[in-house]
């Protein structure tokens, strides 16, 4: 349910409807605006009646919610939320944020040229992974901490923020002084106990949707880290497991426009993931621009033939270059900018 304020309402006439939610049993989540207060009320009573509300001093109207998500609901917030980050750098706003680099952190020397390079074309956020979930227990599983601060002090030294994947609540801690955005990967989209750790926290995080999940379902694992009242949820789309086995994934490119229906929060794109081919990544980055999604998030790799992990979905130099042209380009026709 969500109590949308009047405009102008005081403070005193917010805090006892708060109050007055409060004691009915309802946990209240406050979203404030330029000129007015919306308040979600979530966990409605058996026995409530919203004219019980409706009445209060200040109230302008009660709105029940009928999807399962409340706070990530457009309904909560009709404005789109923008997350903000150090360095002025704003996900949801006007401008386009890119976040680049290797899949996974491999030695100073590699991340450190990656992040110079990717910085010099635009790129704001360095994406790279010191913890990696693979599916063979044999493969590369990342240098862990080392890794973080490789991450971290290639990043200073380019002017970028930092990306990188938690995989469990107990990392949460250790990763706070290298990161800026804690990122939620395809196979933890439903770990409901690293969800609510991540909700006490207040850095922001970038969660993925999982290979088979549907839209409604990243929402709600949205809700998770929402209702534990950390508000600065990036959603991700990074393609679904289908019956087409031509690409790695299926980039769902339509969910896009549909989450911008559903929910206020922002959505980047991976396409790297997505198609899981290189050649594939900036044709889906171009069309992801132009369908609506706030930021992208790419794999860049100064050695892909080589890289330790998803070599061959990584652009070169060269490629990631062109392509941010290319969607400086598209930006201005979709009224949105990048750098």
């Not at 990696?132 to 044999?138: A, G, L």
């Not at 801690?173 to 804690?182: E, G, H, K, S, T």
């Amino acid at each position: 349910m969500v109590v949308v304020m009047q405009e102008g309402a005081k403070e005193e006439q917010i805090q006892h409807v708060i109050d007055r939610l409060v004691s009915m049993g309802f946990d209240i989540h406050r979203s404030t605006g330029a000129s007015q207060t919306v308040l979600g009320a979530v966990g409605v009573p058996a026995d409530f009646d919203p004219r019980d509300v409706e009445v209060l001093d200040g109230v302008r109207e009660v709105v029940r919610i009928t999807q399962p998500y409340k706070l990530a609901s457009r309904a909560f917030r009709s404005q789109g939320t923008v997350v903000e980050l150090p360095r002025g750098v704003r996900i949801g706003g006007n401008e386009i944020v890119v976040a680049a680099g290797p899949c996974s952190v491999e030695t100073p020397e590699q991340i450190g040229m990656i992040a110079d390079r990717v910085a010099k074309a635009g790129a704001k956020i360095l994406r790279g992974g010191a913890f990696k979930p693979r599916s063979s227990p044999y493969s590369f599983q990342g240098h862990g901490e080392k890794g973080l601060k490789m991450m971290r002090e290639a990043a200073e030294k380019s002017g970028l923020l930092v990306c990188s994947e938690v995989m469990d609540a107990s990392q949460i801690q250790m990763m706070l002084p290298y990161i800026d955005i804690f990122q939620v990967g395809a196979r933890n989209m439903q770990n409901y106990f690293l969800l609510r750790a991540l909700g006490t926290v207040s850095k922001p995080v970038l969660l993925k949707r999982g290979m088979s999940a549907t839209i409604e379902e990243l929402l709600l694992s949205a809700e998770y880290i929402m209702a534990g009242g950390n508000h600065n949820v990036i959603l991700c789309e990074r393609g679904i497991r289908t019956f087409e086995t031509a690409t790695r994934n299926t980039l769902e490119i339509a969910a896009i426009p549909e989450i911008k229906k559903l929910s206020h929060l922002p959505i980047v794109v991976d396409p790297s993931h997505g198609t899981g081919i290189r050649d594939k990544v900036p044709p889906m980055a171009r069309a992801s621009v132009a369908a609506g999604a706030d930021g992208l998030l790419l794999e860049v790799h100064n050695d892909p033939e080589h890289a330790l992990s998803d070599g061959a979905q990584s652009l070169f130099f060269e490629q990631f270059e062109k392509l941010m042209a290319e969607l400086r380009i598209i930006a201005p026709a979709v009224s949105r900018t990048i750098a």
